[in-house]
């Protein structure tokens, strides 16, 4: 089954305005100099080296898969020659029965080769030279796999029987674009995953699913748990796709109705505000103090995108922003050299925490930003979340039509099916504001179509060209597609577009007489201050991460940042009293980092009081019931910023009448 929005070739997307310079700072921070000095990484087994976290050896394979779409979506020959040279190694060393990676017979589980393929995947889509080298080697791999999996080997820890569906999207690929003559191999393999992996849909039905809080599930559910696969929060993040992509081979359309079931499912009983889901390690519920992984964050971009591309549901597409423009963004300080493990909505400090804490199975540096804080995996993995963001995108809809999935600024060279070549600029400081200004020159006339949140409200379209008088569509003349959400306009060769709607402050209930407070795609958080103590080098926890047999100096930028709050976090707010302000500037140009504390041009100011709140675990307790609420002090202004530049914040608040 063909996608409903076909992605782009990787490097057919370049990012421009504050979307650059997030992508710069990236290849100037911790992602573009790991290979320099991170030892799992530039000592790795993989390497010839000695050192991975986990007997799984997913360092490598997860690096890779976010740098290939790094160095090729900003062009950088530093960050190719980085992953030129690992490929290299990787492929000079491939085992004469096919196997890549280091692993002797006896140890061979082929989780981590399911995003080692897909970063080769992605290093063949962004040059085509690079295809005589790799694609023997994947043919050579998955002929291996095909064996092992036919008898019965290969999942030796669960982690790939749950994951599968990423190795399937390599195999279509495959079969989709250099099929050679193995095109039954390739289906027989997707069919085997498919039989010997955990089966997602049996997960996503009613009698199945665990809606409650996963703290109240007795006999308490543990990581030798039967259904502790389903509800790890990574594994829930990358599962979410899993119906759309085996129902582009098996044509078993019921997977599409179970996978909008689990999707559904999953953020409104185990998601946060911001649009990632509650696991710390494992799900719990929906309570404030509870933290969210930020392998989580950019697994559950990925597969929102893909989503979206497989199935054309809004829906998807709106997720995959809140969680890019929020999620994400809030992980990481403002050089994008320390990250968390864990983020919580509620989080008035994020520094070490000695001793117990809320979380499931998280130590005392979770929420510390750090080179390496609680455990390196989402140091690997997290330079996939804005580059596979930037290249899904842009979308090919149809034979003559260029699809702008996910709203941002970009430009875009592709020629279509049709044969039509078209260059494009989106020059836009959404979602930062909502409106968007395209240019193109196009070989042919062709249609752009441009996805309309749903929660926008009027919505208007100008459009001008070489050939014809400007054209203006509004939303009483110019109706989405009720599936995709795509406004169409058929334009001429050379020409503008003008792209803007309009929206209102909202809030969503987050139970407990709490809420979470939203304009366009932005969550806004209260603003408890901002004090970064940064010490010389990392902190121990984080250096024994570090010292794998380290060679290279950490550099002087890997701080720890202790970050605390300067004002009161215990507010009740007054929603009624809610009032969005804005000063984007009108040349487009926005700060740099724009995810800096105060650097946003948008903020929310409402009427609130200081309220009894206790502690507990070192982390706000969920606030009292909404009948033991009192205001400590007088009721006075204050202010909500975008979460994602607010590194210590509280995002979901008790509510009061206090006007």
Known sequence: ??????????????????????????????????????????????????????????????????????????DDDRLKGQTDNVVDYVLNHQQSDGWLGPEAPADRDIWARFPLCLGLMQLVEADESK?????????????????????????????????????????????EKYPRNDTQRLLETMSLLNKRGLRWADYYNRNSYIFQDLDNVQPPITGDSSVFPYVHGVNAAQGMKAGAVIYRFNNDASLLDSTRNGVNWTFTYHGDPAGSIIGDERESGLAPNRGSELCTAVETMYSLSYLYQAMGDRAFADHCERAAFNALPVMFTNDLWAHQYLVVPNQPAAASL?????????????????????????????????????????????????????????????????????????????PFSNTLHYTFTASAPFTLHLRLPSWAIYYEIISSSNRSPPQTYTSSSLFPDPHTGMLSVDLLETGTVDFSFTTTTRTEDRGNDTISVYHGALLYALDVGFSDTTTENVSSSTTDDLAHNATAAIP?????????????????????????????????????????????????????????????????????ARGERKCKGSVREVVLRPYGSLKVHMAVLPVMELV
């Open 1 to 74: 089954n063909p996608f409903i929005l076909s992605p782009l070739p990787l490097g057919s997307i370049k990012p421009s305005g504050w979307l650059d310079d997030q992508m710069q700072l990236m290849s100037n921070g911790l992602a573009g100099h790991e290979h320099d000095f991170y030892p799992i990484i530039s000592d790795s087994v993989w390497l010839g080296g000695y050192s991975e976290y986990s007997i799984l050896n997913e360092g490598i394979p997860y690096w890779l898969n976010g740098l290939v779409p790094l160095a090729y979506g900003l």
């Open 131 to 175: 295809s005589a080298r790799i694609l023997p080697a994947l043919y050579r791999f998955v002929t291996l796999m095909h064996q092992m999996l036919v008898q019965n080997s290969g999942f030796e820890q669960f982690w790939g029987r749950v994951r599968y569906p990423d190795m399937i999207i390599t195999l279509q690929w495959l079969y």
């Open 354 to 430: 000695n001793g117990p804490n809320p979380f499931w199975n998280t130590g005392d540096q979770s929420i510390l930003y750090g080179a390496a804080p609680n455990y390196p995996c989402c140091t690997v993995n997290m330079p996939q979340g804005l580059p596979k963001f930037l290249s899904a995108s842009f979308v090919q809809v149809g034979n003559n039509g260029l699809g702008h999935a996910l709203l941002s600024p970009a430009l875009v060279s592709i020629t279509l099916p049709s044969g039509t070549h078209i260059d494009l600029n989106c020059n836009t400081t959404y």
């Open 556 to 624: 002087p930028q890997a701080h720890d940042h202790y970050i605390t709050n300067t004002k009161p976090w215990n507010i009740a707010i007054d929603p009624s009293t809610l009032e969005y302000h804005t000063s984007t500037p009108e040349d487009m140009e926005l700060p740099n980092p724009i995810w800096a504390y105060e650097a946003p041009p948008n903020y929310i100011t409402a009427k609130g009081c200081e309220i009894e709140w206790e502690m507990e675990k070192q982390l706000p307790k969920p606030p009292p």
